[in-house]
């Protein structure tokens, strides 16, 4: 079943001189409206599509396209390239003894991929704490620190799988309603089922803070069905992180950076060293595409750093279509008047106003159950104030 979305994304150029820009936006596909046509396009051994262009100053880029919704990829055969691809060891998802002497202290005992993996799921999932955002990224600095983002979860998860043999990948994505709503998890690879999807860090929340989510627009799993099973409620930007960027990106120099006039702004470490997104990539590599990377122009070292969030990966939202969309708006809107009818029964205890308070939070109940989320929960609070919605019909009557 196919739950079609709609994204808008868009970068304005406010930095000085020519920001060069990566990303895995699908620009060449025929149903996209574009303001931009590539430069260049690659294709990676893991069969991301990159492109590459330019903004001058002060120039817009816009982009609308359509989506299905992730959904898994039963893809039965890798290519040697592929299963090299997604073995590989890098900056942030790292392949060594330390990571393959774990993973088999990990995996003691378990025989097959999906037992071994699975052992990996629960370790990650029960010895480390979700923290946004983390003071580095990457497996050796979760390790230490014990406590990341999502992105930490699926470097660390990736890691562990590609040091026993596990051809595993790192899902760069956003949740499939809203603004900026940026998400990060993995798929692993087995023969018999394809690429299985594992969220480390929502089954993590989901076990340790079950209440995260409750009035969020996720529909929410139990926290063991995140092995292997989603909400569909996601799409993917990129196929794992450290995607080699062409044409070749030109690091600054360290020391240019840190002595320029106004250093820029280091959010993270990689390897215990500050880096500067814009200005540097790991070993030629963008860290991820969320869903661009850039490089702009040296002579911003010469002005106050912009600390906003839209400079460093553009502003994108996704509306939902179909059922779903609707189901959404009624929610929004019956939740709104549920709050103003609320405030009136407590000034005015009418009981029409009550009656009109009792029904807007009714319809917002069951549009989170035509949404399947927290149904349980929700079909009871709908019972609940059906019969205080009925008693004050009564009253009227």
């Given at each position: 079943m196919k739950n079609i979305v709609n994204i808008a994304y868009s970068y304005h150029n406010s930095n000085k001189g020519i920001t060069r820009i990566w990303t895995t936006l699908p620009m060449d596909h025929p149903d996209v409206t574009c303001t931009h046509s590539p430069e260049e396009k690659t294709i990676d051994d893991g069969n991301n599509e990159l492109f590459y262009f330019t903004l001058k100053e002060n120039e817009q880029f816009q982009m609308n396209y359509s989506i299905d919704t992730y959904k898994q990829n039963e893809q039965k055969m890798l290519t040697d390239k592929e299963k090299a691809f997604y073995l590989r060891s890098g900056t942030l998802v790292v392949v060594d003894e330390q990571m393959r002497n774990l993973a088999h202290e990990i995996t003691a005992g378990a025989v097959t991929t999906m037992e071994k993996a699975k052992a990996i799921f629960n370790y990650t999932v029960t010895q480390y704490k979700y923290v946004y955002p983390p003071k580095g990224r990457g497996t050796k600095s979760f390790l230490q620190a014990k406590q990341g983002d999502c992105g930490e979860y699926s470097f660390l998860f990736s890691s562990l799988c590609r040091s026993i043999g596990?051809?595993?990948?790192?899902?760069?994505?956003?949740?499939?309603?809203?603004?900026?709503?940026?998400?990060?998890?993995?798929?692993?690879?087995?023969?018999?089922?394809?690429?299985?999807?594992?969220d480390c860090s929502l089954a993590s929340l989901q076990k340790k803070k079950k209440f995260q989510f409750l009035f969020s627009n996720i529909r929410t799993l139990k926290w063991t069905a995140y092995f292997g099973q989603l909400e569909g409620q996601r799409v993917v930007f990129s196929y794992d992180a450290e995607l080699y960027l062409s044409p070749k990106y030109n690091d600054l120099d360290k020391l240019t950076i840190v002595n320029s006039p106004y250093p820029p702004i280091a959010s993270f470490q990689i390897d215990g060293e500050p880096f500067y997104w814009g200005y540097e990539a790991v070993d030629g590599c963008a860290p991820y595409l969320q869903p661009v990377y850039m490089q702009f122009d040296q002579e911003n070292l010469s002005l106050k750093p912009n600390k906003n969030e839209h400079n460093y990966l553009g502003k994108w939202k996704i509306t939902e279509t179909g059922a779903q969309g609707v189901f959404l708006k009624l929610k929004n809107w019956s939740y709104a008047a549920f709050f103003v009818f609320f405030t009136l029964s407590l000034l005015l205890s009418s009981p029409l106003v009550s009656a009109l308070a009792a029904g807007s939070i009714i319809v917002t109940c069951i549009s989170y159950i035509a949404r399947k989320e927290r149904i349980l929960l929700f079909t009871f609070v709908t019972l609940y104030f059906l019969l205080f919605f009925m008693s004050n019909v009564i009253k009227l009557v």
């Open positions: 596990i051809p595993c990948r790192t899902l760069i994505g956003s949740w499939a309603n809203g603004k900026m709503g940026a998400h990060v998890w993995n798929e692993l690879y087995d023969e018999q089922a394809g690429w299985v999807p594992v």
